[in-house]
């Protein structure tokens, strides 16, 4: 009993956001007019408390409720950025400037929306393997409600329907992977299991290692994106309503890397030197190596020929995924920070971006590129800042999105000879990358616009939120090295006794 | 005398098949059905490991809360493929063919 | 061959014929019919490994529930009068060869592998230990998972809810 209460009060985050799951869903079902602004407000206060707690208990390192979740500093880290992956969204994206939500119900929306970001804290804290794959589960049910999200429609139907059936094959595929090293290691818990597989391993069981690691991978790249787990990605983004689409594209995704690092790190890599210098049980390099590069070169591949503006995000959401997993690979410390600085970069960038596209639809009704030329003319303010947006998802310096790149190609490269192949592919990638961002920004600014449409009225809202993001993408590097120094602070894992 | 592989067995036979019917079916719910095959084969790879080996009820419980999941999966599974049903008169996957590229 | 051997080749035989018969199937409702077989089958398992809550657990939400559950979305999608329920098949010779090759890797692994050996848990009633642990070492899961019910229950009842000016 007492350990429950001690375990509660390092758990607040998740309380509150379970707290703010059931008013919200409690005031939509009252029915009163003033509902959908309670149950936005509910929200918003529910997320910056639990942000505010979950930045408080950065120094706690524990494990809680008997083993199933730990609290440490890494898991802090990824429950501020998720926390705030959703507060962005819920904030910048709203029912009035996104058109495909105008006359959908708003309770459910916030419930769902805080039911995600429990789900992704839950997931980034998970210690043993049955809360693993109960918290994927609960991530990828709520993402498919959130993608259903508008009746009616064909296309939010179809790419729900995806979705489910993809997600339940490959976390079909995940779990059983996870019961073969139940039968491996004799436990669930994630400190124990590494504490045998670090004791060595017979020869004989070096197959079922590979196999299990694959059919884990399989999880773990469905909810990451990476190839060859991507297939549900583009059409899930293009027929998702555009903030679902946003906020899948930063939250789960930075769960799902939150919970690869701890389970390659915590679980299945033995430390050689330090607690992140990891030799490994397998060659882990070559397998993730492959994934890596494959998800950068069809990521940004097919992005080429897009020109649907929602879908060319999906495939450089893909071929992020990519670059993320170089942090991976680098299996190093500096690796693991790399991973971290890119998502906190990759949030701001995406978001932006998500959002321009967003109010653009909301006034001219389109998400086709072939209808953006002379929106340099109307709005320079929004064409600006999807420029900057832009630069930023390309690595150009001075904007954060370049930090992001510069940390995960140093981590690689520092590895050593061998990789720098490796990074070389990863350079390319990113001049194939610059090629369909600055596609997108000529279109907007030099071709000519069939016929003239009216100057765009930007509501002050909307021109807030794009600004707020807009300095995201520069001032952070005004005080990098407070972000280097908390991203170094929290690459701390607990690790059991 | 029964031992731990034999239950192996039966259970990757059930894993096989369900992907085999993941793989070939070209109806939402069968599809569906391949993916209960999958979970199951799962479950008693769960449940077997824990009567074989360490002795522990974490895989039981884990097999618990693997069943909650099913549920909650199939009934979200179930209302999109309705709500296609709805707009496409047909559970085929085949009608699934708006987002292409 | 003992008596445990016996009932374990019934139930094993059970199950992966009637799996067969799910996959391979012509017919919706044969498939649906298959699977509650295969789910007796799992479960009898169970009870030969000495897991008598999750047998019961089994029959109660896999039979009771998601196999109901699948038996409405095969009666709901489906016009029952002019009984098409016939469920096509594609790529199937793509499908056996991979599925085959998934079989034999899996088993090569089952087979090949030392698992991880330990005291064993003779056949014993787990229902009060599991109860116990629910209440204890794994609150947080069990909690989490009424949560995940409560939205899955809500997400399914606004996806299939008309929509209130259509």
New interface residues.
């Given amino acids: 009993m007492a350990e429950v209460l001690t375990s509660m009060k390092r758990f607040e985050p998740a309380l509150i956001l379970t707290g703010a799951t059931l008013l919200v869903v409690l005031v939509d079902a009252t029915g009163v007019r003033w509902r959908d602004g309670a149950g936005r407000i509910l929200t918003i206060a529910g997320l910056l408390l639990a942000l505010v707690r979950s930045v408080e208990l950065r120094d706690v390192s524990a494990e809680i409720f008997g083993g199933m979740a730990v609290v440490d500093p890494l898991g802090s880290f990824f429950q501020a950025l998720l926390i705030a992956a959703s507060l962005l969204v819920v904030l910048a994206f709203t029912f009035r400037n996104s058109r495909e939500l105008h006359g959908q119900g708003q309770g459910e929306f916030y419930a769902l929306l805080l039911a995600v970001t429990l789900s992704n804290v839950l997931l980034a804290t998970a210690n043993d393997l049955a809360m693993l794959y109960l918290a994927l589960e609960m991530v990828s049910i709520t993402s498919y409600v959130m993608v259903a999200y508008m009746k009616g429609d064909r296309m939010s139907n179809e790419a729900s329907l995806k979705y489910i059936l993809f997600g339940a094959v490959s976390t079909g595929a995940m779990l059983y992977g996870l019961s073969l090293l139940y039968g491996l290691t004799g436990t669930t818990s994630l400190p124990a299991i590494r504490d045998f597989l670090a004791a060595g391993l017979v020869d004989s069981n070096r197959l079922a290692i590979y196999a299990i690691a694959l059919l884990i991978f399989s999880g773990f790249g469905f909810k990451t994106a990476t190839v060859p787990f991507h297939f549900w990605c583009p059409d899930v983004y293009q027929g998702a309503p555009t903030p679902v689409t946003a906020f899948l594209s930063v939250a789960p995704k930075a769960a799902g890397f939150a919970i690869m690092i701890r389970f390659f790190y915590a679980g299945l890599a033995a430390p050689r030197t330090g607690p992140w210098d990891l030799a490994g049980t397998i060659d882990w390099v070559h397998v993730l190596m492959i994934i890596s590069v494959l998800s950068m070169t069809v990521g940004n591949v097919a992005a080429l020929t897009q020109t649907n503006m929602k879908r060319l995000l999906a495939y450089s959401s893909i071929a992020h995924a990519g670059y993320i997993m170089m942090g991976v690979v680098a299996l190093s410390q500096n690796g693991a920070r790399a991973l971290m600085i890119y998502l906190l970069a990759y949030l701001v960038m995406n978001l932006g971006a998500f959002l321009v596209v967003t109010l653009i639809h909301l006034h001219d009704g389109t998400f086709d590129l072939r209808d953006y030329p002379g929106l340099y003319r109307r709005s320079p303010f929004l064409t600006v800042a999807m420029a900057v947006f832009l630069l930023s998802l390309m690595g150009i310096p001075p904007l954060v999105g370049f930090m992001g790149k510069l940390y995960v190609f140093a981590a690689v490269v520092e590895r050593g000879r061998s990789y720098y192949g490796y990074a070389a592919v990863g350079a390319v990638n990113a001049a194939i990358a610059a090629y369909y961002y600055a596609r997108v920004l000529k279109t907007m600014v030099m071709d000519n616009p069939p016929a003239e449409k009216p100057p765009f009225r930007l509501a002050f809202a909307d021109a807030t939120w794009v600004s707020i993001l807009l300095l995201g993408n520069v001032l952070p590097l005004l005080w990098w090295a407070r972000i280097d120094g908390w991203a170094r602070s929290s690459l701390s894992l607990y690790a059991g006794q | 005398m029964i031992t731990l592989q034999h239950y192996l067995i039966v259970s990757a036979a059930l894993f096989s098949l369900g992907m085999l019917g993941i793989l070939t079916r070209r109806n939402a719910v069968n599809v569906l059905m391949g993916v209960e095959l999958v979970l199951n084969s799962a479950n008693l790879n769960l449940v077997a490991f824990s009567r074989f080996g360490s002795g522990n009820l974490q895989g039981q419980l884990f097999a618990v809360f693997v069943i909650v999941i099913a549920a909650a999966e199939v009934a979200v599974a179930l209302a999109i493929v309705l709500t296609l049903y709805r707009l496409r008169r047909t559970s085929n996957l085949d009608a699934a063919d708006i987002l292409r590229g | 061959m003992?008596a445990?051997?016996a009932v374990?080749y019934v139930f094993?035989a059970i199950?992966?014929l009637s799996?067969?018969v799910?996959?391979l199937a012509r017919s919706?409702i044969y498939?649906?019919f298959a699977?509650l077989f295969?789910?007796f089958g799992?479960a009898g398992?169970?009870v030969?490994?000495?897991?008598d809550?999750?047998a019961a657990?089994?029959l109660l939400?896999?039979v009771g529930?998601?196999l109901v559950?699948?038996l409405?979305?095969?009666m709901?999608?489906?016009k029952l009068y002019d009984l098409d329920l016939r469920?096509?098949?594609?790529?199937?010779l793509?499908?056996?060869i991979?599925?085959?090759g998934?079989?034999v890797?899996?088993?090569?692994?089952?087979?090949?592998?030392?698992?991880?050996?330990?005291?064993?848990?003779p056949?014993s009633v787990?229902t009060a230990?599991?109860g116990r642990?629910?209440m204890?070492?794994?609150?947080?899961?069990f909690e989490?998972?009424s949560?995940?019910?409560?939205?899955?229950?809500?997400?399914?009842?606004?996806?299939?809810?008309?929509?209130r000016?259509?």
């Avoid at chain 3, 890797?105 to 848990?121: L, M, N, Y």
């Avoid at chain 3, 204890?136 to 899961?141: E, F, M, S």
Wanted: proline share 3%; charged share 10%; glycine share 8%.
């Fill in positions: 003992n445990e051997a374990f094993g199950t992966v799996a067969a799910v996959v919706l498939s649906a699977l295969t789910f799992v398992l169970y030969l490994l000495g897991a809550f999750l657990t089994q939400i896999y529930g998601i559950l699948l409405f979305g095969v709901l999608t489906h469920s096509e098949v594609t790529q199937f793509a499908g056996i991979v599925a085959s998934l079989f890797i899996v088993i090569f692994v089952a087979v090949r592998t030392q698992w991880a050996t330990g005291p064993g848990r056949p787990t230990e599991v642990l629910f204890g070492q794994y609150l947080l899961p989490a998972a949560i995940l019910l409560l939205v899955a229950l809500m997400g399914a009842a606004m996806i299939v809810r008309r929509r000016d259509a």
